[in-house]
């Protein structure tokens, strides 16, 4: 069973999860299916349109598309009951039709804009069974974890301007060795971190957000207000 990390890597569910689901919902049978291995079935070819390949390449570079079956799998594991069940039975028999690495901001706003023309969807990190199951158009996953750096830092405040695909441990990292802390962990990326809380996390001050039609800077007043939703 496994989720999303840095490229290439992935990061096993706790294995406590599985005694609290058996305990949550009854499920002792549960116990009889272990987890097993990703099933070696070919995936469905992808769906990206002999336009779309060349001008996704030309933006990000060659390394910048993956359609192998290997990344593929590795991004099709959604983080819902459904995802986690089938992910740990070994079926991999739904997944996105490629993963793209962009290497800095830029390349994510190329992105949003030109799958919009493209009419290709775009998740972060990995797509959950029901997404691609509803979605009759290609499907691709984004994969943050390039965009793992700290880009700016204001010495008289303390802020830092950092990069949403950093995790906790990297991020803290970068900040001890500039003399500071964040003060608090995360499990997931920062902008996996700041897009699932409830409220704006402490630290954060504020976000840029990438859209299809151009960047939004949003202070932690506006978003704590609830003027964009």
């Known amino acids: 069973m496994e989720r ?27 116990l009889a299916t272990p987890t097993r291995a990703p099933n070696s079935v070919p995936l469905p070819a992808s769906r990206l349109s002999p336009d779309a390949r060349p001008k996704l390449t ?22 819902g009951l459904a995802d986690l069940l089938r992910r740990r039975l070994g079926d991999v028999s739904l997944a996105p039709d490629g993963v793209l690495y962009p290497r800095n901001a830029a390349d994510v706003q190329g992105l949003l804009k030109l799958c919009a023309e493209l009419d290709v969807a775009i998740c972060i990190g990995s797509a959950g069974t029901d997404v691609l199951r509803e979605l009759a158009r290609p499907v691709l996953a984004l994969d943050l974890s390039g965009l ?35 003060g608090t962990t995360f499990e997931s990326s920062l902008g996996g971190w700041i897009a699932s809380a409830e ?7 504020s976000v840029t957000v990438a859209t299809p039609r151009g960047t939004l800077h949003l202070d932690k007043g506006q978003l704590s ?5």
């Not at 390394?63 to 959604?78: F, I, K, P, Y």
């Open 4 to 30: 999303n990390g840095t490229r290439g890597e992935g990061h096993s569910v706790s294995e406590a999860f599985w005694p609290w689901l058996i305990k949550a919902f009854a499920m002792p049978a549960l």
């Open 58 to 79: 030309l933006l990000l570079g060659a390394s910048g598309l993956r359609e192998d079956d290997v990344e593929r799998s590795r991004c099709s594991d959604g983080h």
């Open 148 to 182: 793992d750096h700290i880009l700016a830092q204001d010495h008289l405040s303390g802020l830092v301007e950092v990069e949403a695909g950093i995790g906790a441990a990297e991020l803290e990292r970068q900040l001890k060795a500039q003399g500071l802390t964040l």
């Open 199 to 205: 409220t704006m996390p402490g630290p954060v001050q």
């Open 225 to 229: 207000n609830g003027e964009v939703k």
